[in-house]
């Protein structure tokens, strides 16, 4: 059987690289594609490496039909996503991409983005889309909430650890190396190639950053109590890609052996041998996460090294794999590529 899906916000990078991944997905088709300032316009000239593809003209929202569409997904700036998916009819399933779901609690909502949430009431009902650790609750959800790119990544290599007790949850450095489509594909100047190449950056820095919000809520959650990790991210002179260092105090052989237990059946978490480290080209335009281990010099302290590809499984890839539970199709399905290298 096959699922008609519409991409809503198929102009920017998280809409162009679901289109990608459903090229190849067995039970997925595009029945429409979104973009209010491509509108009128084939995608192949919004992007050119999809030209050869058969796809519907990039339209407004409002010309959607979407009596015909199985699930849709939200690929739109933060906090317009929130009046969309309130005005989706009922049987449309939805897996939003943006931030305007993540945080469960409507007061912290306002505290990281700002302003007031539009739709409280389906804001709370939202299920989290981190995959490997909501499956049951995503598989009968009609509304998920993908995961921030740099929130799953740094859950990805701690989550288990706190789970499993093995690290002193008040003593965590998490430092994050990001690249440039993490911002999105709008003109802005510190992402002009001038200002990028021969430079690293650090950004939102001091506890400024809004994935800090998802941190907060899920590693609290995780740990029975407040978890607070200091965090600082990176923007690197890289296309895609995001490479996470988290530094704890705990034994590194357990912290080693929770991470594998707990990734063990996962089908895109891969836990490296004790002693690697894994590296952003490792993944790429891949739905995969390699995860090392070292032992610090320090006794009791370790380094987990972690990477994935920002565009794919920490958005769009991780948002088909969600729609895949949500169809009832097999989890991997369309995200069995291989990454591409070098």
């Known amino acids: 059987m096959t699922h008609n899906v519409a991409?809503?916000?198929?102009s920017g990078y998280t809409g162009a690289e679901l289109?990608?991944?459903?090229a190849s997905h067995p039970a997925l088709k595009v029945g429409a594609l979104s973009g209010n300032s491509k509108a009128g316009r084939a995608m192949a000239d919004v992007y050119p490496?999809?030209?050869?593809?058969?796809?519907?003209?990039?339209?407004?929202?409002?010309?959607?039909?979407?009596?015909?569409?199985?699930?849709?997904?939200?690929?739109?700036?933060?906090?317009?996503?929130?009046?969309?998916?309130?005005?989706?009819?009922?049987?449309?399933?939805?897996?939003?991409?943006?931030?305007?779901?993540?945080l469960r609690d409507p007061e912290e909502y306002e505290k990281w983005y700002g302003k007031p949430h539009a739709a409280p009431e389906m804001q709370r009902q939202a299920v989290y889309g981190l995959t490997e650790f909501y499956?049951?609750?995503?598989?009968?959800?009609?509304?998920v909430a993908g995961t921030g790119c740099n929130a799953a990544t740094g859950q990805f290599i701690l989550r288990p650890l706190i789970e499993a007790g093995v690290i002193d949850l008040d003593r965590i450095i998490l430092d994050l190396k990001v690249g440039a489509s993490g911002a999105g594909r709008a003109a802005r100047e510190h992402l002009l190639t001038a200002e990028m190449v021969e430079n690293v950056g650090a950004y939102a820095v001091g506890g400024r950053h809004r994935?800090?919000?998802?941190?907060?809520?899920?590693?609290?959650?995780?740990?029975?109590?407040?978890?607070?990790?200091?965090?600082?991210?990176?923007?690197?002179?890289?296309?895609?890609?995001i490479l996470a260092t988290a530094y704890v105090e705990g034994d590194p052989a357990a912290v080693h052996r929770a991470l594998a237990d707990r990734y063990g059946g996962e089908p895109f978490?891969?836990?490296?041998?004790?002693?690697?480290?894994?590296?952003?080209k490792d993944v790429r335009g891949s739905n995969l996460c390699h995860i090392g281990v070292v032992a610090d010099r320090r006794a009791n302290?370790?380094?987990?090294?972690?990477?994935?590809?920002?565009?794919?499984?920490g958005s769009s890839g991780q948002a088909i794999q969600n729609a895949n539970l949500m169809l009832g199709l097999d989890e991997t399905a369309g995200l069995m590529l291989a990454p591409v290298f070098p």
């Open 211 to 241: 994935h800090l919000g998802e941190f907060d809520q899920e590693f609290s959650a995780a740990a029975g109590r407040r978890v607070e990790v200091q965090f600082t991210p990176h923007l690197v002179p890289a296309s895609r890609g």
């Open 49 to 102: 490496h999809l030209r050869h593809l058969d796809l519907p003209h990039v339209t407004t929202i409002q010309q959607v039909d979407f009596s015909g569409i199985d699930l849709a997904f939200c690929a739109l700036p933060h906090a317009t996503s929130q009046a969309v998916v309130a005005d989706l009819p009922g049987h449309v399933r939805v897996v939003d991409l943006s931030a305007d779901f993540r």
């Open 301 to 313: 302290r370790a380094i987990i090294v972690g990477v994935i590809d920002n565009l794919t499984k």
């Open 269 to 280: 978490l891969h836990v490296l041998p004790m002693g690697q480290v894994p590296g952003m």
């Open 135 to 143: 499956r049951g609750h995503i598989a009968r959800a009609r509304l």
């Open 7 to 10: 991409i809503l916000g198929a």
């Open 19 to 22: 289109v990608r991944l459903i």
